[in-house]
Nanobody
């Protein structure tokens, strides 16, 4: 069973940037499609971004489109989330997820479609 570990969260100000990284142990991330989700206090977990196994396809929630970028780093065996122009509404615990896939180009958007989850990393954006 693969293990996912997120890093890079923290406290930043409105308009700042952060880069989250999700490392996998026990497997290579190239075997998985990846996704990022977030959960704010009192709210349900929501989809943020997804990337295909090949890295050639990405998809974003409307709320982060144009500000966030999901990518793969094969050398580091990670899936990363670059977050720019952060807003207080982006404050949440961010979770990395992975799903084994035979299809190099497919992505998944529902939290119940992912097999493996990280423990989450807190992102707090102050106004």
């Amino acid at each position: 069973q693969a293990l996912l570990v997120e890093s890079g969260g923290g406290l930043v100000q409105d308009g700042d940037s952060l880069r989250l990284s999700c490392a996998v142990s026990g497997r290579t991330f190239s075997s998985y499609a990846g996704g990022w989700f977030r959960q704010a206090p009192g709210k349900e977990r929501e989809f943020v971004a997804a990337i295909s196994r090949s890295g050639g396809s990405t998809y974003y929630a409307d709320s982060v489109k144009g500000r966030f970028t999901i990518s793969r780093d094969s050398a580091k065996n990670t899936v990363d989330l670059q977050m720019n122009s952060l807003k207080p509404d982006d404050t949440a615990v961010y979770y990395c997820a992975a799903r084994g896939s035979m299809d190099y180009n497919r992505m998944w958007y529902g939290s119940n479609e992912y097999d493996v989850w990280g423990q989450g990393t807190q992102v707090t954006v102050s106004s």
